[in-house]
């Protein structure tokens, strides 16, 4: 099994996703999953101004560095189970 968690827990203790992989890594974790509502709320990362090509190269970089890699941590988000049209 893969124990991982997402940058987004993170959000309130840090000011970016790169910043926030550092600190999962020094917690222990080997996997991590991307949060793109952080990006979204904050207009950064991937939703921000500069260069969608740049930004993925330094997650990549960082990705490297730390030696950690991305997975899928959570379940689909939307609409609760159960709920029917």
Same mark, same amino acid.
């Given at each position: 099994?893969?124990?991982?968690?997402?940058?987004?827990?993170?959000?309130?203790?840090?000011?970016?996703?790169?910043?926030?992989?550092?600190?999962?890594?020094?917690?222990?974790?080997?996997? %991590?999953?991307?949060? @793109?509502?952080?990006?979204?709320?904050?207009?950064?990362?991937?939703? $921000?101004?500069? *260069?969608?090509?740049?930004?993925?190269?330094?997650?990549?970089?960082?990705?490297?560095? %730390?030696?950690?890699? @991305?997975?899928?941590?959570?379940?689909?988000?939307?609409?609760?189970? $159960?709920?029917? *049209?």
């Amino acid at each position: 099994m893969k124990l991982a968690t997402t940058t987004g827990d993170f959000e309130e203790y840090t000011h970016s996703q790169l910043e926030a992989m550092e600190y999962i890594k020094m917690a222990g974790f080997k996997y %991590l999953d991307y949060n @793109f509502c952080w990006d979204y709320r904050q207009k950064s990362g991937i939703y $921000g101004q500069e *260069d969608f090509n740049k930004h993925i190269e330094s997650v990549i970089k960082k990705c490297d560095e %730390l030696k950690v890699k @991305f997975v899928q941590a959570h379940a689909p988000m939307g609409v609760s189970f $159960g709920k029917n *049209d």
